[in-house]
């Protein structure tokens, strides 16, 4: 379930201000049972077959807001500049950040843009995540992860740089290239 508002305002004929929201509720069951064996060290069976039976519910709640504000500078040229504040709480992670953006476009003429630009972005883990509790309840048996990873998923936090390109070629038809280096962690 979601909520998303977005919203405008012209302050003069150089800037205008733009604001939003976002809240975002997801939930996850999981119900299963697996048949399993148990094994050795080498992988080999050493009994009889038996189930392991799981019962999760994860849940993950996002909200966002952002403010901006793009700035004409001069005839052609415009500077967006703003800021997220995002927070994330689930079963298995609570975290925030604030994000800051700057992005400057020049239109060099009628058919010709270019931009260059900066983001900060918070990308939540899916609800969907699978906690090492789950996995570690299959050590020891035919359904054995290779290894039991025990860092916790966690939102990834990327700097994203990126600058670019656009010419219209005719009524209806134009063309682009960007270019980008992000730089993200988790």
């Given at each position: ?34 048949t ?8 080999d ?16 709640l ?10 004409k ?20 992670d ?10 400057l ?6 058919s ?27 050590d020891?048996?035919?359904?054995a ?8 998923v ?33």
């Amino acid at each position: 379930a979601g909520l998303q508002l977005d919203a405008s305002y012209e302050l003069n004929d150089r800037h205008t201000v733009r604001a939003g929201a976002i809240l975002l509720y997801e939930s996850v069951t999981n119900n299963a049972t697996t048949t399993v064996f148990p094994v050795d060290g080498n992988g080999d069976a050493t009994g009889p077959a038996f189930p392991i039976t799981q019962r999760q519910r994860l849940h993950g709640l996002f909200a966002g807001l952002y403010l901006q504000d793009e700035w004409k500078l001069a005839p052609g040229l415009t500077l967006n500049g703003g800021a997220r504040f995002d927070v994330f709480n689930s079963s298995f992670d609570d975290e925030t950040q604030f994000s800051p953006r700057l992005n400057l476009i020049y239109k060099v003429s009628d058919s010709t843009t270019l931009h260059a630009g900066y983001a900060r972005y918070f990308t939540p883990p899916p609800v969907e995540n699978v906690p090492a509790s789950t996995v570690i309840a299959f050590d020891n048996t035919s359904n054995a992860a290779a290894s039991d990873q025990a860092d916790p998923v966690k939102a990834e936090r990327a700097d994203y740089f990126d600058a670019g390109i656009s010419q219209k070629l005719g009524a209806g038809f134009q063309v682009g290239l960007d270019g980008y280096y992000k730089r993200a962690k988790d």
